[in-house]
């Protein structure tokens, strides 16, 4: 019994270093790290990305249809009722009547190869060209992902900064009430202060904790959002590193840019491919009122016979073989292809709307970024003041308690409101962020942050 629990102890002590090493250690990330990660591990970018390669596989499938096609082809037969055919009477021997004679032998075995070679075909040229625009739009396609991947990234980032800028300074807090509430039992005890003072306190340090709880529960939420547009794995440890200060940046002369065009945007980019598109789609319905020409060629060899299937010395093989032109020349299909041609024309006119509603679209994304970071830089400047005029007055207000010179509400209301005005800086902080993303996206310049 003894051996067994040193073994089994012995064991433990082994596999604990294991275990440990199991727990990833945290990553710590910036902000053009994480999007980096983005780029490489995001489901979506992935799936973008094999879209792409399709697309090429696309192109050599519309090419094929121009290459020699060529076919072997075997074909057996075995008749289990041959059909019949009625002679006149003359070619019946016995004059009786008809003759009916079976048609056809028992066995007949065709095999050999064709192959053919499209010479004109104005469709082809076309839907080639059509095939390749295609894989230019999987490619804008996939740049339109990259950019709503780093958007979302970015966005997620900014948050989690701010929810741990914030949880800094609740915890702060926490430690100045900690504080007090020590000296406000030391002077309860010596009957400096009433029970009551000293609960007050003890009701601000439970209302903080609670807040803290919340604001870790939101934490671990918004760590999870960048982690999953990331594509990381939940269970890795980040850490971001420096702070939502660190991250801002000055705002430049930007009016000017306003009127800035969309045409840097991928998803404009997409609609104009579209576009192309249809135009080449017209194109190719239209090409169908032109002939078709291709040349064909086949070489076979045939056997027909009676009795056996294998070993029969009567069976003969007898090679065909032919080549020739084949020409089309559409006449009338019911005014099939206009129809389809006009289909098309209002499918662009839709395209021409839906681009004008864009670019209108791009230049209120534009203008409402550009107005929301000149308005977030005044505000975090004004908030970057009160924060400081908050910390004074809760210095001064919590001296003059020590000194028996203040009332404990005010120290309590002083608090609350160097707390508010913290948050306050921290929420104009993470607007300002978030006009920025705007900003950058609105004027296609995302892959900014990757630098």
């Known amino acids: 019994m003894i051996k067994r629990f040193l073994t089994l102890s012995l064991t433990l002590l082994l596999l604990k270093p294991a275990m440990a090493q199991e727990t990833p250690q945290a990553r710590r990330l910036n902000l053009q ?27 050599k499938e519309a090419r094929s249809a121009g290459l020699p096609q060529v076919e072997i082809a075997g074909q057996g037969v075995k008749a289990l009722k041959k059909p019949r055919i009625a002679l006149p009477a003359d070619f019946n021997p016995e004059g009786t009547g008809p003759l009916v004679a079976e048609m056809g032998t028992d066995y007949n075995i065709l095999g ?11 469709s082809y040229f076309v839907g080639l060209k059509a095939a390749k625009s295609a894989e230019d739009l999987y490619q804008i396609r996939k740049e339109m992902t990259t950019e709503e991947v780093i958007y979302n990234v970015g966005s997620a980032y900014y948050q989690v900064l701010q929810t741990q800028e914030q949880f800094n300074t609740i915890r702060a807090n926490f430690e100045q009430l900690e504080q007090l509430e020590r000296i406000m039992q030391l002077q309860y005890e010596n009957d400096l202060v009433k029970k009551v003072d000293v609960n007050r306190i003890k009701v601000n340090k439970i209302n903080l904790e609670n807040q803290k709880k919340s604001l870790m529960t939101s934490y671990e939420q918004q760590e999870n959002v960048l982690k999953f547009f990331m594509g990381m794995p939940l269970e890795q440890p980040i850490m971001l590193s420096g702070s939502a200060e660190d991250n801002l940046l000055p705002v430049q002369p930007m009016l000017a840019r306003a ?26 319905t239209r090409a169908g009122y032109y002939p078709t020409l291709s040349a064909f060629g086949n070489y076979n060899y045939q056997t027909m016979y009676n009795g056996k299937l294998l070993g029969n010395s009567t069976a003969s093989w007898f090679p065909t073989s032919q080549v020739g032109l084949q020409l089309t020349i559409p006449v009338f299909d019911g005014f099939r292809k206009k129809a389809q041609v006009q289909q098309r024309e209002v499918e662009m006119q839709k395209l021409d709307i839906d681009m004008k509603q864009f670019n209108k679209n791009t230049q209120v994304e534009l203008t409402n970024a550009i107005a929301q970071l000149h308005n977030s830089q005044s505000a975090i400047l004004a908030q970057e003041e009160n924060v400081k005029l908050a910390q004074e007055v809760y210095d001064t207000t919590n001296q003059l308690y020590k000194e028996g010179l203040s009332p404990l509400t005010d120290l309590l209301n002083a608090e609350t409101s160097l707390r508010e005005a913290q948050t306050n800086l921290n ?6 962020k978030l006009a920025e993303l705007n900003y950058l996206q609105a004027t296609g310049d995302l892959e900014n942050l990757t630098k």
Request: net charge negative.
């Open 33 to 59: 790290e994480a999007i980096s990660y983005a780029l490489d591990h995001n489901e979506d970018i992935q799936k973008a990305s094999l879209d792409q390669i399709s697309s090429r596989y696309q192109v």
């Open 112 to 122: 050999g190869f064709s192959a053919s070679q499209l010479l004109f075909s104005k």
């Open 259 to 284: 009127e800035e065009p969309a045409h840097k945007r991928a998803q404009f980019q997409v609609l104009n491919k579209q576009k192309e598109l249809k135009l080449l789609e017209m194109e190719n």
């Open 427 to 432: 929420n104009e902080r993470l607007k300002y």
